[in-house]
């Protein structure tokens, strides 16, 4: 089997209301959908999605399809993407960093590998250790009075775990009362967590973290800027819940950092900023190793890479504390056949071959914003 050429598809959807916080303000979902074809007549589907309209490592919808068409997918062309090592070899001979690229094409490898053995993703990965993950739904920056009322809808809906946008660096205390306010609209059942996406500085971290900590919530996630490790090394002596890093986490190295300077609790790990599923799992041995627990971050995914991230976590025994992939419900449409399964607060892990589950289409057509192939030269 051998990879023939590929097809880029760019899509941008609105979002069902705008999601803010520290870093930004999320009002569409800007996805690079990548299709690789094989010369026995296998299709296999990859995804880099955007929120805020870049990633932390400056990636932008634009910059990503560039890379994939002028670098990354040439690089793979005429490979056997069962050889999903030595693919990754060449991405990373072929361009540095432009992780998001890479994803999108190394999960679509893994697609690819999955439909020609008749396996779920999470069989190449090391087999399924849970069939499912707890989904957090993330409140935004908002008057609490709306906050209150989605909390509300969104525990009805089913979801038991919140996770509160906090980082105002003017009005840290409008963050306590945010919290506070949530906290008594769900009552003691639900889990809430708090994210600071860099907000604070280190003192205002440390007066926020204690004060949150009335509402019993489980961790507070990065609350300094991403390169300032002694702070969050700092938060961390100085609160009583966890202290999670998430902007700080996008590689193994920087894991292996955050480990040495005893700096966190937990990470969360992004599969498309980390390169791929396959970088995801080194990223989760890691931190396995050096005591740390970890979460799926959202980066907003659509239908392929939010299935990408449920086999990740499907077949990962450290990542433990759920997900937060709900594109499929903060998104105008999901570009799905039939969404992923949701009961009881979680998400169902796919169990068809290769990631499982088609993608309409028509609803692609829909909100494409641009398209082009790709062939050997």
């Known amino acids: 089997m051998k990879i023939t050429h590929a097809e880029v598809i760019l899509t941008k959807i609105p979002v069902k209301r705008a999601h803010r916080m520290a870093i930004g303000t999320t009002n569409f979902q800007e996805c690079v959908f990548l299709k690789l074809f094989t010369d026995d007549g296998l299709v296999g589907w990859g995804e880099a999605p955007h929120m805020v309209g870049h990633s932390i490592a400056g990636e932008t919808q634009s910059t990503v399809a560039l890379q994939l068409r002028e670098r990354l997918v040439p690089a793979i062309l005429r490979m056997d993407p069962m050889q999903i090592e030595a693919c990754q070899l060449e991405l990373e001979r072929a361009l540095p960093r432009n992780p998001r690229a890479k994803s999108a094409i190394n999960i679509a490898l893994y697609d690819l590998a999955g439909k020609r053995l008749n396996t779920p993703v999470y069989n190449l990965l090391g087999g399924i250790v849970r069939e499912r993950i707890p989904l957090s739904w993330s409140i935004g920056m908002m008057p609490f009075d709306v906050a209150e009322d989605e909390a509300k809808r969104m525990v009805e809906k089913g979801f038991l775990i919140?996770?509160?946008?906090?980082?105002?660096?003017?009005?840290?205390?409008?963050?306590?009362?945010?919290?506070?306010?949530?906290?008594?609209?769900?009552?003691?059942?639900?889990?809430?967590?708090?994210?600071?996406?860099?907000?604070?500085?280190?003192?205002?971290?440390?007066?926020?973290?204690?004060?949150?900590?009335?509402?019993?919530?489980?961790?507070?996630?990065?609350?300094?800027?991403?390169?300032?490790?002694?702070?969050?090394?700092?938060?961390?002596?100085?609160?009583?819940?966890?202290?999670?890093?998430?902007?700080?986490?996008?590689?193994?190295?920087?894991?292996?950092?955050?480990?040495?300077?005893?700096?966190?609790?937990?990470?969360?790990?992004y599969i498309c900023d980390a390169g791929g599923l396959i970088a995801a799992k080194r990223m989760a041995a890691v931190a396995e190793t050096g005591g740390l627990g970890c979460y799926?971050?959202?980066?907003?995914?659509?239908?392929?890479?939010?299935?990408?991230?449920?086999?990740?976590?499907?077949?990962t025994p450290n990542v433990s504390l759920g997900c937060e992939t709900y594109g499929q419900f903060l998104l105008e449409e999901d570009l799905s056949v039939e969404p992923i399964g949701f009961d009881e607060g979680c998400l169902l892990v796919p169990t068809t071959a290769g990631l499982g589950g088609d993608l309409d289409l028509t609803k692609i057509k829909k909100y494409e914003v641009g398209r082009f192939e790709i062939h050997p030269t």
């Open 162 to 269: 919140l996770k509160i946008k906090v980082g105002r660096r003017d009005y840290p205390m409008e963050d306590v009362e945010m919290v506070h306010c949530v906290r008594k609209a769900v009552g003691d059942k639900i889990r809430l967590r708090a994210d600071a996406n860099q907000g604070y500085d280190v003192p205002t971290a440390i007066r926020v973290g204690r004060r949150v900590e009335e509402s019993n919530i489980e961790f507070i996630e990065q609350p300094v800027a991403r390169w300032d490790l002694d702070g969050l090394a700092e938060v961390r002596r100085n609160i009583h819940c966890k202290v999670m890093a998430d902007e700080s986490a996008k590689s193994p190295l920087e894991v292996f950092e955050l480990i040495r300077r005893r700096a966190v609790d937990l990470i969360s790990i």
């Open 296 to 315: 799926i971050g959202g980066a907003l995914e659509g239908p392929v890479a939010a299935r990408a991230c449920l086999h990740f976590g499907a077949s």
